[in-house]
């Protein structure tokens, strides 16, 4: 149970923060686009080690990837509702190997990291 409310806890903050990102018109560039994910990502990975139950590598990895790969489905739907005037298909299709891969990818090693660095601490 409480690992469904940590998934949706930073699923919810993703959106939100780029949601608002967008709603704002704040054209804040590549950076932050990577950032927000690879920060939630360390503290998603940082808490799985203090709350949540000790799963396998592989499973923890497939978890928060799919997260992120929803995140990113969900704001390009926003983004179709905020601008009708293009499509998902368009919109997916743009960010995937600009903005999803290298999200997945980065988010990844800073979950990892966050995970091992609270380990290393002995967080508890």
């Known amino acids: 149970m409480h690992r469904i409310i940590f998934d949706l806890s930073a699923l919810a903050l993703l959106l939100t923060a780029d949601y608002l990102l967008a ?3 704040m054209h804040t560039g ?3 686009t990577l950032g927000l994910p690879v920060a939630v990502g360390f503290s998603r990975g940082f808490a799985e080690w203090r709350y949540l139950s000790m799963i396998p590598y592989w ?3 497939i978890e928060w990837t799919l997260v992120v790969i929803i995140e990113y489905a969900v704001a390009c739907y926003i ?3 905020l601008r009708p005037v293009d ?3 368009t919109v997916f299709g743009f960010g995937l190997l600009i903005i999803l891969v290298p999200s997945v990818v980065f ?3 800073s ?3 966050g995970f091992h660095i609270a380990k ?3 967080v508890s």
Do not use: C, K, P, Y
Request: glycine share 4%.
């Open 23 to 25: 709603a704002f018109a």
């Open 111 to 113: 979950f990892s990291l």
């Open 30 to 32: 590549f950076v932050v």
């Open 87 to 89: 499509n998902f298909e």
């Open 107 to 109: 988010s990844l090693i």
């Open 79 to 81: 983004a179709v509702l």
């Open 59 to 61: 499973v923890r990895g």
């Open 120 to 122: 290393r601490l002995q």
